[in-house]
């Protein structure tokens, strides 16, 4: 949007929406994170390191991955093919269906937390089918991933879908008459173009994943070392007044949001040079 | 020889009656099969579930939950910061959209980046950020301590989180939006004698309007639903510190799940209405998109 016209802009107000987009920013989100690096000046390097690699907080780091990566790549997997019906495909309902997508965006985690504790509990309607199994849900690892797949789907249906739109069928056609199945179409032709988008679609789901709370800690059962989140280890921390403790945890929750929105950046940088080639 | 091969295959497929890049019955079957199950598994079921679970014990047990004085207190709470944060957002929001989008400054990207930043932070962390701040054991606590306010475990707190939260809904929507409109028409306005204020009103604002509104109503969900970051920052004093989804939380553990998921209920129909909202919104933006690109063109 930037034309040599632009140089000598006549609009108003440059200064003052500026100067208080910044006073804002400042204010609300600069000052606060600086002051949460500013105080783990105070606990001194040696005390960091320990106060982040204790037993139970190296053990809410490995469940707070796992969960979400699995649940991530189960919402890659399943976003595709969500995005696909969407996309290619016509049925009464659509766009109801469509719409539903968006809910976890929309409805509360905590709702979503009791409404998924309640269904994947022993007695619930879901947890009671897996319990003849030996296989319980709620209050375990698995019941996490739950959550987190709640949480995540839109990320990777959104992403996907406005790609699987704007790609022309021209190439698949192409396949398709040079002899190509459609399981091989769009294994070569389809998949790779849509890659860029899927796996953006799944870093955000898991960026979201990694600092999830609310429908976690009810669905999660909160046992330490075993379902316990880093996010629920913080809140601990800070109920039992180690402030310290927390405030070291919360450096290295916002060290590693800043590699995933780095990441993301990149990731959405190699999407849109995919779409414009 | 592949030109025969690939006529044969073309004749095939259209005697067939099948489209070159349709997938077969088979494989469409299969995929909108395993793709309504999944949501209606992940999705569709805890929505009803909530509700299945408010009306467990019959209407009657339902509306008893809401004359309880600490779930009023709660939805008075949720609205009053809501209609905080939501106004003070939406202010930035035009606020940064307008200098981002129209003018060219040094550092730009990194301030969309800056502005973004809240999302990518965990809830549990941006309410820890205040606590560090506000708090007894943060910088300011001692200063507010001598001064007798209280922003921690106090309702000032609450807002604040909630306000960092939801900080980038409105300006994310209006950003990209603003700049694919240019500047044009408001140099137009200000050469016919406009003045800054009117240009923004009658010129600017009509334009924006619906993706103005779709950041409000996505400001607007996040902030009565949000859960981790205020509840670090609460305190859960009954009938004062209290939202929505907190009191959710408290029943629950309480044990008292149908006055919990009644709670839930009003929750789960402010998201309802939100997505409603949203399409209807997304609907109107792009009629407009259609009849100013037919008014181009």
Sequence with gaps: ?277 | MAGIATTLIRTRLVAANRPLTGDPAWIRWLVMSVGITFLVVTLFIPLVAVFTEALRHGLAAYFASFTDPDALSAIRLTLFTAAISVPLNLVFGVAAAWAIAKFQFPGKSLLISLIDLPFAISPVVAGLIYVLMFGAQGWFGPWLHAHHIKIIFAVPGIVLATIFVTFPFVARELIPLMESQGDTEECAALILGATGWQTFWYVTLPNIRWGLLYGVILCNARAMGEFGAVSVVSGHIRGLTNTMPLQVEILYNDYNFVAAFAVATLLALLALVTLVLKRLVEWHASRQEDSTQGALS
């Design chain 1, 1 to 277: 949007m930037s034309t040599p016209a632009r140089q000598k802009n006549i609009l108003p107000g440059f200064g003052i929406s500026l100067g208080y987009t910044i006073i804002y920013l400042t204010l609300i989100v600069l000052i606060p994170l600086a002051g949460t690096f500013l105080k783990t000046a105070g606990i001194g390097w040696h005390g960091f390191w320990l106060a982040v690699t204790s037993p139970r907080v190296v053990a809410s780091y490995r469940l707070t991955f796992g969960a979400s990566l699995i649940a991530a790549v189960i919402n890659a997997i399943f976003g595709l093919i969500v995005a696909w019906m969407l996309v290619r495909y016509s049925f009464p309902g659509k766009r109801l269906v469509d719409a539903l997508v968006d809910l976890p965006f929309a409805l509360p985690t905590a709702v979503a937390g009791i409404a998924l504790t309640s269904l994947y509990a022993p007695g619930g309607w879901i947890g009671r089918w897996f319990e003849p199994l030996g296989l319980k849900i709620a209050f375990t690892p698995l019941g996490i991933v739950v959550a987190l797949i709640f949480i995540g789907l839109p990320f990777v249906v959104r992403t996907v879908q406005p790609v699987l739109e704007e790609i022309d069928t021209e190439p698949e056609e192409a396949a398709a008459t040079l002899g190509a199945s459609r399981l091989q179409t769009i294994r070569h032709v389809v998949l790779p173009r849509i890659l860029p988008a899927l796996t953006t679609g799944f870093a955000l789901a898991f960026a979201r994943a990694v600092g999830e709370y609310g429908s976690v800690v009810f669905i999660s059962g909160n046992m330490p070392m075993k379902t316990e989140i880093t996010p629920l280890l913080i809140v601990t921390k800070l109920e039992e007044f180690d402030y310290r403790g927390a405030t070291a945890l919360a450096v290295v929750m916002l060290l590693i949001s800043f590699v995933l929105l780095l990441s993301i950046n990149l990731l959405q940088r190699w999407m849109s040079r995919r779409l414009t080639a």
